[in-house]
């Protein structure tokens, strides 16, 4: 199959396109130069480590419009305006699990938060904010309460047994079911835990307790209330977590916590090198900021 190019070509007339063209570097160094060029419909940034073109035929249809519209946009937007996809992130997506699993535990511990939207009004506008109240209702608030109980020496008065509702210890129980089928233990037959543990114990499992077996397990799943035995689960979950997919975590299988996806340092970088070039042509009156971004 072949295309007659030059039939469509035929009527092209050649005539000069506008364009601006800037280039910007360190005195005396050519590290981190790079030039920002204006052409109709895009801004193309080149340079040393500076390859992207930024696309928008209405807001780039001028010069100024195109300067000024780039200097005052997000990065998220002018990023995509460049096609650009942010990258899975490994470490990020270690720390929201690990928040994900923490999070039960700090509460049962220095207790919950309430939330409530307060309005207020800006601008003449209605707006809303949320205003977050911490409650006194954790395992440490208790322990505070007895300490000034016992001060007081109303002790008796205290009707909470304080060591019982202590949710951080994890105990092996003395007897297992009769019933129980050892070729699938399940770790709740064999220790008594505060609910506030499930995530980290979801973690164990998926990890250094997939194949538990209460009789030899060299990691129990006790481990998870010790630093160590998180710091050992952490670990397994950074090796785990460096490709996306290959995790099998039912944490993110069933989306409790999502994979996170972040701009890369060379992203931010070509994005601080756009936003840098637009202010210096701007601070250099080069720019009618009073012209309207289409």
């Not at 460096?242 to 070509?270: A, H, N």
């Amino acid at each position: 199959m072949s295309y007659n190019h030059a039939s469509r070509l035929a009527d092209h007339v050649m005539s000069e396109a506008p364009c601006w063209s800037f280039h910007f570097s360190r005195p005396k160094s050519s590290a981190y130069w790079f030039n920002l060029m204006w052409i109709r419909g895009k801004l193309i940034l080149t340079g040393d480590g500076c390859d992207m073109t930024f696309t928008h035929y209405q807001a780039c249809s001028s010069f100024d419009a195109a300067i000024k519209w780039a200097s005052e946009s997000e990065m998220d937007y002018l990023l995509r305006k460049a096609d650009q996809q942010e990258e899975y992130d490994a470490h990020a997506t270690l720390q929201a699990i690990i928040q994900w699993a923490n999070a039960p535990v700090i509460e049962a511990l220095n207790g919950g938060v309430d939330e409530r939207y307060v309005q207020y009004v800006e601008d003449g506008r209605k707006k809303y904010r949320t205003v977050r109240t911490p409650r006194r209702d954790g395992y440490r608030h208790l322990r505070q309460e007895y300490r000034r109980a016992v001060a007081a020496g109303l002790q008796q008065d205290f009707l909470d047994n304080v060591e019982v509702t202590d949710p951080r210890p994890i105990t092996r129980r003395e007897t297992r079911p009769e019933w129980l089928d050892m070729a699938h233990p399940v770790f709740s037959d064999f220790y008594d835990f505060d609910p506030c543990w499930v995530r980290w114990l979801r973690l164990w499992k998926d990890t250094l307790g997939y194949d538990w077996d209460p009789r030899i397990s060299a990691y129990p799943p006790a481990m998870v209330t010790t630093h160590d035995g998180r710091w050992r689960i952490k670990d397994e979950l950074e090796r785990r977590l460096d490709e996306p997919g290959s995790m099998g975590l039912d944490c993110i299988f069933e989306g409790s916590v999502d994979c996170v996806f972040s701009w890369t340092r060379t992203q931010k970088y070509q994005f601080e090198a756009i936003q840098f070039a637009c202010r210096q042509i701007i601070a250099a009156g080069l720019v009618d900021m009073t012209v309207e971004v289409p």
